[in-house]
C-alpha cells in the first residue's frame, strides 16, 4: 500500500524551491520565447488583468518581472488542475466547466492545453505525489497554503489577493439572517480561492443533516449548485475557487449517483463594469438577484485602476449610488489610496438586492472619509443598517501584510440602530488560531460594545467604541508643565519692530492660546525671558553678555519690582517663574489650559527670520509636556488629538476656564514610550509627524477661515489614529 502523503505538506512538495516547481516555470519562460500557445495565452493573460485591474505589475520590485508572475500563476494553476483531476477520480465525478472562462467566455483560453504544452515525463511525477493524497484531507486552506508557497507576496499583494480564513469566514456566513439554509441564494461577488462559498456549502450540508425528510444526496447536490455562487475576476482565482467548492460538495458526491456537477463559480466582473458577460448555468442564464451576498471584496486601491475602469466606476455605481465623497479636478472616487472596497460593497448591494449581507472589511473605515458614505446606513434613498460589527481589534487575522480587519453585517431596508452593536474580539490565554469558528472561539476573548458617532449630531462621523473613552482614562506618567508666567507683559512681551533693539540671545518665539491648533502653530509672538530657570542670579552675565537687554530691564525695573506675585520673591528684579530645565526640552506637546480648546502640538524649535533658530517657550497661557524623545512627543500627540482622548477630555472637563488643566489631563492615559508597543508607537509617531507637515501648508489664511476649513489630506491620517488608539486602548485591561 502507498503511503499517503500529508495534505498539510503539500506546499513544501510544490513550492518555490522545489524540483517541480524550478522545472515547470523554467520550461515555461523557456516557451515564452518560441511557442505559440503558452506566448498567446501569455499575451491574453496580460491584457486579461490589465483590463480588469490595472498595471498591477507595474510596481513590482526588481527580480520580479511580468513572465516570472505569469510562470508562477500558472505553476499555481497546473497544481490546482492536477488536484481538480485526482478529486474527480476519487468521488467518480467529472467537473463539466474546468477551463475558467466556461459558463462566462471570459478569458478564452484553455490552460489544459498551455499545461500539456509546458509538461514533460519527469513532471508526470507530480500527478504520483497528488495521486497519493486522501482527499478528506484537502480543504480550501491547504490550497492557500500551496498558493502563498508558489506565488510571491508582492504579486499578491498586486492583485489584492488575501486568503480570508475558514473561521472568519464561518463567522462572516453565521451572521446572515437565514430563515431556510437549503433552498436560499447565497453569493460571493469577490470569490478569490472560494472559502466562504465552502463555508456556505457546509452550513447547508449541515442544514440537510438536521432535517427528518432530507432529500437524496443527489438532489441536495442539485440544490447546492443552484444556490451556492461565486465570482472573481482572476481566472487562476476561479480554477482555485471551483475545487474548493468541488472539495466542499465531496462528502455528498460519494453517496450521489451522478456521473458529472458543473460547478456554479464564474469568470467575470461581479459589477459589470469592465465586462458584462451573461452567466450561463446549467444551460440557462443565472438569476441577477439572490438572498444574500458574503465575501471579502477586493482591496485595492482607486489609483490602482486603469482610468476606463474609474471612468466607468463614475459613469455607473458611484453616480447612481452618489459615491463620490470627495472632490477635486475630477471628482475623485476617494482619496488616491482609499481602497474600493466600500463601493464595491455598496454597490454589490445595489445590483443583487439581497435581504441582508456579511463582509469583511478594514476596520478602519470606522474612521474618517473613506467609510463615510457605509457609516451613513443609505443605499441611495432606502436605509442600510449596520446590524453587527465583528471587531478583530488587533488581532491581524491575515497577517501583517493587510491592515486589521472586521465583520460587517448589513441589513437592507431596516433602520439603523444606534449605538451599532460590537463583538471585539481579542487575545486569550491561547495562541489566536482563525482556523474554523470553533478555535477562533476557543482561542479568543470576546466583549460586547457598540460603536457610536464622535459627533452626535452627524451620525456618519468617525464610529468609536464606546467603552474606549473609560479606558482613555488612566494613570499618567508624564509630568505636566506650566508655561512661563512673568507677571508684567507690558515688559517682557516685545513688538516685533523692537526684536532688533535687543541682543537675540534672550528673546524667544512665545505661545499663546491663539497659536496652538492641532498639529500645527499659528504663528508666535516674541518674548524676553532673561533667565534660564527660576531664581536664577545670571544678573553679572546678562550685564556684561547683553548690555542692551540689560539697559532694557533696568529701565524698567521699577515696574518690575511692583510686581506682587510671592514668586518672585527671590532671583534677581527681573525674575520670572513657570520656568524650568523642563521648558527648555528638546520636544514640547503644548495645549492652552484656558477656556476649551483640546488642541495638542509638538513644538520645538522655529526659524525665525528676526531671531534665527531658536526653541520655542510656552507661555503663561499653556500646559506642556516636555521631553528629548521626539518620537515620545508625537506618540503623547497622537493620543491626545485623537478622537477617543477628545470625547474623554470633553466628559472630565468642568467647562469652565480652566478646562485643560494638569488635574484635567493628568487623568488620562498617558504611557511612558517604553511602555507602548514598539510597532504601534513608531505608526502613531509618524502619523502625527505627517499631520505636523499637513498643517502648516493650510496656515495662510485668518484664524477664523482656518476654524472653518477641513483639510481633506489631514482626514486620513486623523482616521488612521483613531482606529490605532482604538486598539492600543482595547488592549487594556
Not at 478569490?192 to 447547508?204: D, M, N, T
Not at 499618567?476 to 517682557?492: N, P
Not at 520655542?616 to 499653556?622: L, T
Not at 477628545?646 to 488643566?661: C, F, I, P
Given at each position: 500500500?502507498?503511503?499517503?502523503?500529508?495534505?498539510?505538506?503539500?506546499?513544501?512538495?510544490?513550492?518555490?524551491?522545489?524540483?517541480?516547481?524550478?522545472?515547470?516555470?523554467?520550461?515555461?519562460?523557456?516557451?515564452?520565447?518560441n511557442?505559440?500557445?503558452?506566448?498567446?495565452?501569455?499575451?491574453?493573460?496580460?491584457?486579461?488583468?490589465?483590463?480588469?485591474?490595472?498595471?498591477?505589475?507595474?510596481?513590482l520590485?526588481?527580480?520580479?518581472?511580468?513572465?516570472?508572475a505569469?510562470?508562477?500563476?500558472?505553476?499555481?494553476?497546473?497544481?490546482?488542475?492536477?488536484?481538480?483531476?485526482?478529486?474527480?477520480?476519487?468521488?467518480?465525478?467529472?467537473?463539466?466547466?474546468?477551463?475558467?472562462?466556461?459558463?462566462?467566455?471570459?478569458?478564452?483560453?484553455?490552460?489544459?492545453?498551455?499545461?500539456?504544452?509546458?509538461?514533460?515525463?519527469?513532471?508526470?511525477?507530480?500527478?504520483?505525489?497528488?495521486?497519493?493524497?486522501?482527499?478528506?484531507?484537502?480543504?480550501?486552506?491547504?490550497?492557500?497554503?500551496?498558493?502563498?508557497?508558489?506565488?510571491?507576496?508582492?504579486?499578491?499583494?498586486?492583485?489584492?489577493?488575501?486568503?480570508?480564513p475558514?473561521?472568519?469566514?464561518?463567522?462572516?456566513?453565521?451572521?446572515?439572517?437565514?430563515?431556510?439554509?437549503?433552498?436560499?441564494?447565497?453569493?460571493?461577488?469577490?470569490?478569490?480561492?472560494?472559502?466562504?462559498?465552502?463555508?456556505?456549502?457546509?452550513?447547508?450540508?449541515?442544514?440537510?443533516?438536521?432535517?427528518?425528510?432530507?432529500?437524496?444526496?443527489a438532489?441536495?447536490?442539485?440544490?447546492?449548485?443552484?444556490?451556492?455562487?461565486?465570482?472573481?475576476?482572476?481566472?487562476?482565482?476561479?480554477?482555485?475557487?471551483?475545487?474548493?467548492?468541488?472539495?466542499?460538495?465531496?462528502?455528498?458526491?460519494?453517496?450521489?449517483?451522478?456521473?458529472?456537477?458543473?460547478?456554479?463559480?464564474?469568470?467575470?466582473?461581479?459589477?459589470?463594469?469592465?465586462?458584462?458577460?451573461?452567466?450561463q448555468?446549467?444551460g440557462?442564464?443565472?438569476?441577477?438577484?439572490?438572498?444574500?451576498?458574503?465575501?471579502?471584496?477586493?482591496?485595492?486601491?482607486?489609483?490602482a485602476?486603469?482610468?476606463?475602469?474609474?471612468?466607468?466606476?463614475?459613469?455607473?455605481?458611484?453616480?447612481?449610488?452618489?459615491?463620490?465623497?470627495?472632490?477635486?479636478?475630477?471628482?475623485?472616487?476617494?482619496?488616491?489610496?482609499?481602497?474600493?472596497?466600500?463601493?464595491?460593497?455598496?454597490?454589490?448591494?445595489?445590483?443583487?438586492?439581497?435581504?441582508?449581507?456579511?463582509?469583511?472589511?478594514?476596520?478602519?473605515?470606522?474612521?474618517?472619509?473613506?467609510?463615510?458614505?457605509?457609516?451613513?446606513?443609505?443605499?441611495?434613498?432606502?436605509?442600510?443598517?449596520?446590524?453587527?460589527?465583528?471587531?478583530?481589534?488587533?488581532?491581524?487575522?491575515?497577517g501583517?501584510?493587510?491592515?486589521?480587519?472586521?465583520?460587517?453585517?448589513?441589513?437592507?431596508?431596516?433602520?439603523?440602530?444606534?449605538?451599532?452593536?460590537?463583538?471585539?474580539?481579542?487575545?486569550?490565554?491561547?495562541?489566536?488560531?482563525?482556523?474554523?469558528?470553533?478555535?477562533?472561539?476557543?482561542?479568543?476573548?470576546?466583549?460586547?460594545?457598540?460603536?457610536?458617532?464622535?459627533?452626535?449630531?452627524?451620525?456618519?462621523?468617525?464610529?468609536?467604541?464606546?467603552?474606549?473613552?473609560?479606558?482613555?482614562?488612566?494613570?499618567?506618567?508624564?509630568?505636566?508643565?506650566?508655561?512661563v508666567?512673568?507677571?508684567?507683559?507690558?515688559?517682557?512681551e516685545i513688538?516685533?519692530?523692537?526684536?532688533?533693539?535687543?541682543?537675540?540671545?534672550?528673546v524667544?518665539?512665545?505661545?499663546?492660546?491663539?497659536?496652538?491648533?492641532?498639529f500645527?502653530?499659528?504663528?508666535?509672538?516674541?518674548?524676553?525671558?532673561?533667565?534660564?530657570?527660576?531664581?536664577?542670579?545670571?544678573?553679572?552675565?546678562?550685564?556684561?553678555?547683553?548690555?542692551?537687554?540689560?539697559?532694557?530691564?533696568?529701565?524698567?525695573r521699577?515696574?518690575?519690582?511692583?510686581?506682587?506675585?510671592?514668586?518672585?520673591?527671590?532671583?534677581?528684579?527681573?525674575n520670572?517663574?513657570?520656568?524650568?530645565?523642563?521648558?527648555?526640552?528638546?520636544?514640547?506637546?503644548?495645549?492652552?489650559?484656558?477656556?476649551?480648546?483640546?488642541?495638542?502640538?509638538?513644538?520645538?524649535?522655529?526659524?525665525?527670520?528676526?531671531?534665527?533658530?531658536?526653541?520655542?517657550?510656552?507661555?503663561?497661557?499653556?500646559?506642556?509636556?516636555?521631553?528629548?524623545?521626539?518620537?515620545?512627543?508625537?506618540?503623547?500627540?497622537?493620543?491626545?488629538?485623537?478622537?477617543?482622548y477628545?470625547?474623554?477630555?470633553?466628559?472630565?472637563?468642568?467647562?469652565?476656564?480652566?478646562?485643560?488643566?494638569?488635574?484635567?489631563?493628568?487623568?488620562?492615559?498617558?504611557?511612558?514610550?517604553?511602555?507602548?508597543?514598539?510597532?504601534?508607537?513608531?505608526?502613531?509617531?509618524?502619523?502625527?509627524?505627517?499631520?505636523?507637515?499637513?498643517?502648516?501648508?493650510?496656515?495662510?489664511?485668518?484664524?477664523?477661515?482656518?476654524?472653518?476649513?477641513?483639510?481633506?489630506?489631514?482626514?486620513?491620517?486623523r482616521?488612521?489614529?483613531?482606529?490605532?488608539?482604538?486598539?492600543?486602548l482595547?488592549?487594556?485591561?
Amino acid at each position: 500500500m502507498r503511503n499517503q502523503t500529508h495534505a498539510d505538506r503539500l506546499s513544501d512538495r510544490f513550492e518555490r524551491g522545489s524540483t517541480a516547481y524550478r522545472q515547470y516555470t523554467g520550461r515555461t519562460r523557456e516557451a515564452l520565447d518560441n511557442d505559440p500557445t503558452v506566448t498567446t495565452a501569455f499575451e491574453m493573460w496580460q491584457s486579461f488583468l490589465r483590463e480588469s485591474h490595472g498595471d498591477v505589475f507595474g510596481d513590482l520590485p526588481d527580480g520580479i518581472s511580468v513572465e516570472s508572475a505569469f510562470a508562477d500563476a500558472l505553476y499555481y494553476d497546473f497544481l490546482v488542475e492536477r488536484l481538480l483531476a485526482h478529486v474527480e477520480a476519487t468521488v467518480g465525478v467529472t467537473v463539466m466547466n474546468r477551463e475558467p472562462g466556461s459558463n462566462t467566455g471570459a478569458f478564452d483560453v484553455d490552460l489544459a492545453a498551455v499545461h500539456n504544452t509546458i509538461v514533460g515525463a519527469d513532471l508526470r511525477r507530480v500527478d504520483d505525489t497528488i495521486e497519493s493524497l486522501d482527499i478528506t484531507a484537502l480543504d480550501e486552506s491547504i490550497l492557500h497554503n500551496l498558493f502563498e508557497s508558489v506565488v510571491s507576496q508582492q504579486v499578491r499583494l498586486s492583485l489584492g489577493e488575501y486568503y480570508t480564513p475558514r473561521g472568519i469566514a464561518d463567522l462572516a456566513v453565521e451572521t446572515l439572517s437565514v430563515d431556510d439554509f437549503a433552498a436560499e441564494t447565497v453569493l460571493d461577488p469577490g470569490c478569490g480561492s472560494g472559502v466562504f462559498c465552502a463555508a456556505v456549502i457546509e452550513h447547508k450540508r449541515a442544514s440537510y443533516a438536521a432535517a427528518e425528510d432530507a432529500p437524496a444526496p443527489a438532489q441536495q447536490v442539485e440544490a447546492i449548485t443552484n444556490s451556492v455562487f461565486g465570482i472573481d475576476l482572476n481566472p487562476i482565482a476561479v480554477r482555485s475557487a471551483r475545487l474548493a467548492y468541488l472539495l466542499a460538495l465531496s462528502p455528498l458526491l460519494d453517496d450521489a449517483a451522478i456521473d458529472a456537477v458543473e460547478i456554479p463559480v464564474f469568470l467575470t466582473d461581479a459589477l459589470g463594469l469592465t465586462r458584462s458577460d451573461s452567466l450561463q448555468y446549467g444551460g440557462t442564464r443565472v438569476a441577477s438577484t439572490v438572498d444574500h451576498l458574503v465575501g471579502n471584496p477586493p482591496w485595492l486601491t482607486w489609483s490602482a485602476l486603469p482610468d476606463r475602469v474609474r471612468a466607468a466606476w463614475r459613469d455607473g455605481p458611484a453616480d447612481r449610488l452618489d459615491l463620490v465623497t470627495h472632490h477635486g479636478a475630477d471628482a475623485k472616487l476617494g482619496h488616491a489610496n482609499d481602497d474600493i472596497s466600500v463601493p464595491f460593497v455598496l454597490a454589490c448591494l445595489d445590483r443583487y438586492a439581497p435581504d441582508d449581507a456579511a463582509f469583511v472589511l478594514k476596520r478602519g473605515i470606522t474612521k474618517g472619509p473613506a467609510g463615510r458614505r457605509l457609516r451613513e446606513q443609505r443605499l441611495n434613498d432606502s436605509p442600510l443598517a449596520v446590524e453587527h460589527v465583528h471587531d478583530f481589534t488587533d488581532l491581524r487575522p491575515f497577517g501583517d501584510a493587510r491592515a486589521g480587519a472586521a465583520i460587517y453585517s448589513f441589513s437592507v431596508d431596516r433602520e439603523p440602530c444606534r449605538p451599532v452593536p460590537v463583538t471585539a474580539w481579542s487575545r486569550g490565554s491561547a495562541s489566536p488560531a482563525f482556523t474554523s469558528a470553533e478555535r477562533l472561539t476557543q482561542t479568543l476573548e470576546r466583549e460586547e460594545t457598540g460603536f457610536v458617532p464622535v459627533d452626535e449630531e452627524d451620525p456618519a462621523s468617525s464610529w468609536l467604541r464606546r467603552d474606549a473613552e473609560r479606558r482613555a482614562l488612566g494613570e499618567c506618567s508624564h509630568e505636566i508643565r506650566h508655561g512661563v508666567k512673568d507677571d508684567a507683559r507690558d515688559v517682557f512681551e516685545i513688538e516685533p519692530e523692537r526684536v532688533t533693539d535687543l541682543e537675540p540671545d534672550r528673546v524667544f518665539p512665545y505661545l499663546k492660546s491663539r497659536h496652538v491648533v492641532k498639529f500645527g502653530l499659528f504663528g508666535h509672538d516674541y518674548r524676553l525671558v532673561p533667565v534660564d530657570v527660576a531664581n536664577e542670579d545670571n544678573e553679572a552675565w546678562l550685564r556684561e553678555a547683553c548690555p542692551r537687554t540689560y539697559a532694557y530691564l533696568d529701565d524698567n525695573r521699577e515696574a518690575l519690582e511692583a510686581r506682587s506675585s510671592s514668586w518672585l520673591d527671590n532671583g534677581t528684579f527681573y525674575n520670572v517663574f513657570g520656568l524650568g530645565e523642563y521648558t527648555w526640552a528638546e520636544y514640547k506637546v503644548v495645549w492652552c489650559r484656558l477656556g476649551y480648546k483640546p488642541h495638542f502640538v509638538v513644538v520645538s524649535t522655529v526659524d525665525d527670520e528676526r531671531l534665527g533658530k531658536k526653541p520655542v517657550v510656552p507661555g503663561d497661557h499653556c500646559m506642556f509636556i516636555g521631553t528629548d524623545d521626539e518620537r515620545e512627543a508625537h506618540v503623547l500627540c497622537a493620543l491626545l488629538n485623537s478622537s477617543i482622548y477628545q470625547r474623554t477630555l470633553d466628559d472630565v472637563s468642568s467647562g469652565g476656564k480652566a478646562s485643560l488643566s494638569k488635574s484635567v489631563v493628568s487623568r488620562l492615559e498617558l504611557p511612558a514610550i517604553e511602555d507602548v508597543d514598539e510597532g504601534v508607537a513608531t505608526r502613531l509617531a509618524d502619523l502625527s509627524r505627517a499631520a505636523h507637515g499637513i498643517v502648516p501648508e493650510h496656515t495662510d489664511v485668518s484664524k477664523r477661515a482656518y476654524n472653518r476649513t477641513t483639510i481633506e489630506e489631514l482626514e486620513p491620517v486623523r482616521a488612521e489614529i483613531d482606529a490605532l488608539v482604538e486598539e492600543l486602548l482595547a488592549r487594556r485591561e
